[in-house]
């Protein structure tokens, strides 16, 4: 059973830099795929950033491209996610999150079923 569990956030003015860590255990490459979700108030569920399943290629949403960086250490069982120029809109819950892939490796969105309890990010202007 793969459980996840954040840790990272925080407050931070406009223009600012976070890191966000995920602690991942009973996970195997095989069978799941990793990345950062956000749910903010009032607004859906976003794909922050993803890691294809084959050669860890990362998938970036379009509002964090440039600004946002997801990578992993497997040595720790660790996921992260370096956020810099921080906005405002970025003020969300973030979860890291565990999918199963699809046969051709892609993990899109919806194929994510495990998540953590989330760590709060908060841009002030």
């Known amino acids: 059973q793969v459980q996840l569990e954040e840790s990272g956030g925080g407050s931070v003015q406009s223009g600012g830099s976070l890191r966000l860590s995920c602690q991942v255990s009973?996970?195997?490459?095989?069978?799941?795929?990793l990345g950062w979700f956000r749910h903010g108030p009032g607004k859906l569920r976003e794909a922050v950033a993803r890691?294809?399943?084959?050669?860890?290629?990362?998938i970036y949403a379009d509002s964090v491209k440039g600004r946002f960086t997801i990578s992993q250490d497997p040595a720790k069982n660790a996921l992260y996610l370096q956020m810099n120029s921080l906005k405002p809109d970025d003020t969300s819950i973030y979860y890291c999150?565990?999918?199963?892939?699809?046969?051709?490796?892609?993990?899109?969105?919806?194929?994510?079923?495990?998540w953590g309890r989330g760590t709060q990010v908060t841009v002030s202007s």
């Open positions: 999150g565990a999918g199963i892939p699809s046969g051709d490796g892609s993990c899109p969105p919806n194929n994510y079923v495990r």
């Open positions: 890691l294809h399943r084959i050669g860890n290629r990362p």
């Open positions: 009973g996970y195997t490459s095989e069978a799941f795929c």
